[in-house]
């Protein structure tokens, strides 16, 4: 883990605590930030409580709920960012960002390109992805390549509570639609974060362990099964570098081309389906740009191409975990 | 409605309102794998409804489905199997509570995206009048659905095409932990009718008869051609959303009111008083369907799950 | 009306006649990149409505978007060197007339999404809310965005919120071929607006004055906190949908009366009748307007292609 | 070119034509198929021409225009697959897939897994996609890299007469549901196309050219841009073998590296962005199961990570073009 640059104290809190932490002291630094979603105010506090204590703080206006119209939710949100606001949408679970990918993908990301710079639209949209709860096909999902195709996007990927908050608090002061990802599993860990304000900038990957032998690329959940297989292969002599990108768009080529010319060898790891998905970009990108430095084929560890099944031994089966890190690295060292 | 009928719904609400409380009782046990949402309090719709639908004849469900299932007709075993995620459910484990389906009896299966089975259920209406057939298809939702785009597409284009197609709200007043006057201006959602040009009715969901009688009508003009309707049905929902919702957000008042206006208690009441059923015959019943519920149970539970490659089958026919 | 405000109304109704006039002109002359929807036929909607709005008041608009920008104030140069293409366009020639925007007099830009601007409209009036301010919002659409998903939705949460948004259906009785009675029940779209509580009202399109008088009562309504109404405009294009398109699927009857309706002709015979303008006012107006639309047309034409590089910039802020 | 394998006579027709016969074919054979869509019926005939005569032909009931109401296409579509219809559902462009997100990823894709087969999902998507033609940001994308993203979806890219014709009629007779793409610029192309009846399998690439120097798999309309520069090349003595994958999902992966073990070096075309676009998962791919036989860095050829601008020499500038391709392949060789 990268340590914090600052010499203020460190706490250690929940990822779940950091991101209510950043939207709380966001929206008392600059009061046109505001929250809309679905059932993020006083009445559920967010389906996974990360709103909790805000309407009480900020009032309803503020914190608003909303209908069930995904689509509504980011075109409101587009709307009030074109005319001043800085508004923070939710939207309950990544899946049903394919409610309202035309507002996403066609007008908060195009209309500052559309309209010549004309507009700008400062709009964050938080979503949970990600599998290992049981909840099926419609309410699992890693979608994060999607919006990585998606010109005029900002994706934002963190993997602790660290990164969470220091990222969120950027995405919120920027000028750009993003979408901050965050994972189910990742709300209830813990780590250190600092007392006092501190932001991440965008596109700056993080060492979360250092190696000589092979470089993985993991993000979201998958940086702590990276971190838990180094630690494995460390007791046979092995030094693995975890390289969090933290942001995927923009992505932070460099340390990642760096590490890959140092180890020689790159795994990436993402929970998405592996197809199209987080690690054929990352992939793409080495073999364009680094391809000389690779002293074995790139393997990639992700979803196999299936929807998420519900029973947990199914679920558990195709969700990437230490043991297929362990086994990927094994086939290429 | 004949009496025969009348007690054949009271004892497929029991079938539900039991079946949910043994799922309650699992989940308890920490052996129903995710999220769960029970139809305790508004057995009457699912109920009333498919009473009037032949086998042949379509549902299409939401996450709060296993009444719909029941009470079309799926069993109760292998709705319990699916449930605990077990290779002998419906789905071979891989949909689970809200992704379930029955096609051998025509339900059409679970959506857990909210209003996403509207205009599934359009199409199933569009394939029966390609097919020309006389089928009708049931659409159940929610209150919170009535507020996705997909209601207004789906209805509207049931309505240009005149399918047989009958869109039944479930109002339970809430969607999650919002209250419907929080994200709707209107008291009835029926009234939404009158923008696609349908008939829309508000009937008391918690009634059976009457939403058995209501349905009834709505069917038939379905199946004769005459094109979709819209149902609302006021109820309430006795347990929290789902699995760890204390539902604090409601008025005790409220839910007491609710409580006392239980669909189950109503109808017992009525089939009481009209001498329908006897004590006795009311004892036997309810023994009858505790006991293939725990048969059910019995068998989802030692049922094995699905061995675990089989995650990889079936992404492609 | 006074008189002032009608001779005002219709030199906005004749500007936007002539401008569009002028694209016909010009895209004969093969030097308008892609396609064209034009607005001839539907002038007295966007003057009528924005006569009313202040300078900060918003408006958003759709791929038919030219008379929504020239009523609104835009600058007719500008708009002419974005729907050429332009450097000295609007957007520097990104956008092109199907995303034309001039933020400085409120116009928050158009959308070729059919539909996704009355989510982004309701955006609008809720930022106008949190700031505490008294403008208002004005949001066009067609008939056939009354069918899309985002017409439910942005609506509905206006009208739950009470938002300053003033809802414009204009209804020209088409979406590209298809007429309204094939894709939906009813006749008037304001009657949409019982299904969110909100005031709707029907007024022909094609008249300047009632159009104007309609849209003053729901922006004030608007502007005083009282929340959003659905305004139907019914009108008629003259032209085809888009550039290539001949329009035959329209009864030629239909076509005739409704040119008999001319919006322009109409204002243009109730100024004389009055007296409120002499053939030659009338004929020094049409001069200048023009006059200013040559000049425009010619700006633009004279204006210079983006340098090719100037693609890579604006991605981001 | 391929020939077509059986000995029947051949004509020249246009990739338009090429689909509607394949309509109006299995439109005959089959009479659960049906269309459905906005403006494809007699008033309009489809926005490209491509249902020209078929309402006529099949009627308005068989021929459905639609509201616009993407989302209620598609999800009517999918209630009409699983109760024995075969639908064929029209978006207008592909931009507005957008707009039914939902219905085609998680309810269409899905439906056959999470039911445990219970059902099929007999659904075909026709939508054009690709820029050139100055109509701007929302109607020249190119998305079909999210649809490879989606577990249970199918993914064909024609780019000829016969590619289409062979592809979608295949695509019709079969029982999963798959996204037909289609490109504005192809409809008025020319190829010969068999009189009589033939099919393509899916996920057989096609050798398009030739060439011992250098691969490159290119798609739908870059295909011929790719034949363009392979013929300009050859001038200087380059052998160019270009590979048509035809079809992305699923994706002939042994003829593209059998291609790559040949002329050990690879450049990818396509027209959709670059980021996490289709030439990230065709290089992803190779770089981990082909690296050893690449002789230099893989090279993508694809749009820049921009909003497609509406101003001709703005568009022109980012849609990659025969001198981008040749400029890349100069890169490596
Ligand atoms: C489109 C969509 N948005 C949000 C959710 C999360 N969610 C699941 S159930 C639910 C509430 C649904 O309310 P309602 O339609 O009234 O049905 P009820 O649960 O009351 O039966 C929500 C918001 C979802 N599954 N799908
Ligand atoms: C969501 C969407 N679907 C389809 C299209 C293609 N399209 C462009 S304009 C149009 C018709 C719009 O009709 P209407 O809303 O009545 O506006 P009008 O053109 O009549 O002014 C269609 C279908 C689109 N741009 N967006
Ligand atoms: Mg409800
Ligand atoms: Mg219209």
Not at chain 1, 77 to 86: Q, R
Not at chain 1, 184 to 194: A, F, H, M, R, S
Not at chain 1, 285 to 304: K, W
Not at chain 2, 267 to 278: D, H
Request: aromatic share 6%; with cysteine; proline share 5%.
């Amino acid at each position: 883990m990268s340590m914090h640059n600052g010499d203020g104290k460190m706490r250690v809190i929940t990822y779940r605590d950091a991101i209510r932490e950043a939207l709380l002291e966001e929206m008392k630094r600059d009061n046109t930030v505001f929250l809309l979603g679905e059932d993020i105010g006083r009445c559920w506090e967010g389906a996974f409580k990360v709103t909790k204590g805000l309407a009480e703080e900020f009032g309803d206006e503020r914190v608003r709920d909303t209908p069930i119209s995904e689509s509504a939710i980011i075109g409101t949100a587009v709307g009030a960012a074109i005319t001043g606001m800085k508004p923070i949408a939710e939207i309950m679970f990544g899946d049903l960002t394919t409610l309202a990918m035309d507002q996403i993908a066609n007008q908060a990301a195009k209309i500052h390109y559309m309209f010549g710079a004309q507009a700008k639209v400062p709009l964050v949209i938080r979503t949970p992805f990600g599998g290992g709860v049981n909840i099926a096909a419609h309410h699992s999902q890693s979608l994060e390549a999607w919006f990585m195709h998606i010109p005029g996007l900002l994706v934002a990927v963190p993997s602790t509570a660290y990164d969470a908050k220091g990222l969120l608090k950027t995405a919120i002061q920027g000028s750009n639609p993003i979408i901050f990802c965050e994972h189910k599993l990742l709300y209830p860990t813990e780590g250190p974060v600092p007392e006092e304000d501190y932001t991440i900038p965008l596109g700056i990957a993080d060492i979360k362990n250092e190696g000589e032998d092979l470089t993985i690329v993991a993000t979201m959940f998958m940086v702590h099964k990276a971190l838990n297989a180094a630690r494995m292969l460390k007791k046979e002599g092995l030094g693995i570098e975890v390289v969090d990108p933290r942001t995927l768009v923009p992505l932070d080529k460099k340390t990642i081309i760096d590490s890959v010319k140092k180890t020689g060898r790159l795994v990436i790891a993402a929970e998405d389906c592996k197809t199209a998905g987080v690690t054929a970009e990352i992939a793409a990108m080495v073999a364009e740009e680094a391809i000389d430095y690779l002293d074995a084929p790139i393997r990639r560890v992700a979803e196999p191409d299936t929807p998420i099944p519900f029973s947990p031994p199914l679920e558990k089966y195709v969700i990437p975990d230490e043991r297929r890190i362990i086994k990927t690295i094994r086939e290429i060292i | 409605m004949e009496k025969g009928k009348i007690i054949e719904l009271y004892r497929k609400m029991l079938e539900i309102r039991l079946f949910e409380e043994k799922v309650f009782e699992l989940y308890g046990q920490n052996i129903v794998p995710g999220t769960i949402h029970l139809y305790i309090g508004e057995e009457a719709i699912a109920a009333g409804v498919c009473s009037n639908l032949r086998k042949d004849d379509y549902i299409v469900s939401t996450h709060r489905g296993h009444g719909h299932c029941i009470a079309k007709g799926a069993r109760l075993d292998m709705t319990m199997a699916e449930i605990l995620g077990k290779k002998t459910g419906y789905c071979r484990g891989k949909g689970g509570s809200m992704h379930i389906a029955d096609f051998s009896v025509g339900m059409l299966g679970a959506t857990a995206v909210v209003g996403a089975g509207i205009p599934i259920a359009t199409g199933a209406g569009l394939s029966i009048k390609l097919r020309g057939t006389d089928q009708v298809v049931a659409c159940f939702f929610g209150d919170g659905a009535a507020n996705q785009g997909t209601f207004h597409e789906g209805i509207n284009l049931a309505a240009v095409w005149k399918l047989p197609v009958v869109f039944i709200c479930e109002n339970n007043l809430y969607a999650m932990g919002t209250c419907q006057s929080q994200v709707m201006l209107i008291k009835d959602i029926a009234e939404r009718a009158t923008a696609y040009g349908i008939p829309g009715v508000s009937v008391n969901g918690n009634d059976a008869i009457a939403v058995y009688e209501t349905a009834e009508k709505a069917i038939k003009h379905a199946r004769h051609g005459n094109g979709p309707s819209l149902i609302e049905c006021k109820t309430y929902r006795h347990k929290g959303h789902s699995r760890f919702d204390p539902a604090t957000y409601r008025p005790k008042e409220e839910v007491e009111e609710w409580l006392k206006k239980d669909p189950i208690q109503n109808l017992k009441r009525q089939l009481l008083e009209k001498g329908y059923l006897l004590n006795a015959g009311m004892a036997q019943i309810e023994r009858e369907v505790n006991d293939i519920i725990e048969k059910a149970a019995q068998f989802a539970i030692d049922s094995p799950y699905p061995p675990p490659e089989e995650a990889l089958e079936n992404v492609y026919a």
